[in-house]
């Protein structure tokens, strides 16, 4: 269970994130979260970066992951994160 200082600073970096700019392909979310908790956020990030897909999800992954990280989120945190952005709206 995060702290209170944990939960203030994931809410940080969903503001900070904001609306996602694009929907984002859900296998690819899921594929992120994955290599993101088995192996951190560098992996994460040149997965995000080589995937095969739209460049513009990618940066966004990227850009997401960045912000994570940023704000000092664990990798468990950022895949929560991860999780919602098929959630979030977009705009």
């Known amino acids: 269970m995060p702290t209170s200082k ?8 969903i503001k900070a994130i904001g609306k996602s700019r694009l929907p ?3 296998a690819l979310i899921k594929d992120v979260q994955r290599v993101l908790i088995e192996k951190g ?19 966004e992954l990227v850009r997401v992951l960045t912000i994570c ?16 952005l098929s959630l979030m709206e977009y705009g």
């Open 6 to 13: 944990e939960l203030e600073t994931i809410r940080n970096a």
């Open 24 to 26: 984002l392909n859900k």
């Open 41 to 59: 956020y560098d992996a994460a990030v040149v997965y995000a970066e080589q995937a095969y897909l739209a460049a513009d999800e990618n940066a």
């Open 69 to 84: 990280r940023h704000h000092g989120l664990s990798p468990e945190a950022a895949a929560q994160i991860l999780d919602s």
